[in-house]
């Protein structure tokens, strides 16, 4: 895979690296993991509140009355 950045991407995430004291490639491949983890923790949170939604669907409705 090949990763291309504009000049300016690249040199905020060299500025970044070097704050950190990581390389730029630590770098991305946290932001890579970071947003795996939270994409996923997200459609398991929509799949979960649709079936609650579903399953509860008569109460929610008396409730809302």
Not at 28 to 38: K, P, Q, R, S, W
Request: cysteine-free; overall charge negative; charged content about 35%.
């Amino acid at each position: 895979m090949t990763l291309r950045l504009t000049d300016e991407q690249t040199e905020v995430l060299r500025k970044r690296a070097e704050f950190e004291g990581r390389s730029m490639q630590q770098l991305v491949l946290h932001a890579i993991d970071y947003y795996i983890e939270h994409v996923t923790d997200d459609e398991l949170t929509d799949t979960l509140a649709e079936k609650g939604a579903q399953r509860f669907a008569d109460l929610l409705r008396r409730l809302g009355e």
